[in-house]
């Protein structure tokens, strides 16, 4: 069994900072891109950041600057930092990662099951 699991939400006031965690674990063979997304209440789902095993990243435009993602490859871990928070930065923000597993199978997007972040004005 697999499981990506987030730690790290919670509530901020606005300004502050916060860094999320993803943890891999199971019977992964290797990832490839990992990511993390978001969704706020009444909103579909949106990319914030992901990166790829080798290091390069793509962010949102409304997080560039704000946020950095970065991995640990030894860990099956995926980080966010967060700083400079919004309001409008509130959802339950999700872990996603491409997964290869020992027996093959793959799974091109495997989602936590989600942290919430809140920010008060």
């Known amino acids: 069994q697999v499981q990506l699991v987030e730690s790290g939400g919670g509530l901020v006031q606005a300004g502050g900072s916060l860094r999320l965690s993803c943890a891999a674990s199971g019977s992964i063979g290797s990832i490839n891109a990992m990511g993390w997304y978001r969704q706020a209440p009444g909103k579909q789902r949106e990319l914030v950041a992901t990166?790829?095993?080798?290091?390069?990243?793509n962010y949102a435009d409304s997080v560039k600057g704000r946020f950095t993602i970065s991995r640990d490859n030894a860990k099956n871990t995926v980080y966010l930092q967060m700083h400079s928070l919004k309001p409008e930065d509130t959802a339950v923000y999700y872990c996603n990662a491409d997964l290869l597993l020992w027996n093959g199978v793959r799974f091109s997007a495997y989602w936590g099951q989600g942290t919430q972040v809140t920010v008060s004005s």
């Open positions: 990166i790829t095993t080798g290091g390069s990243t």
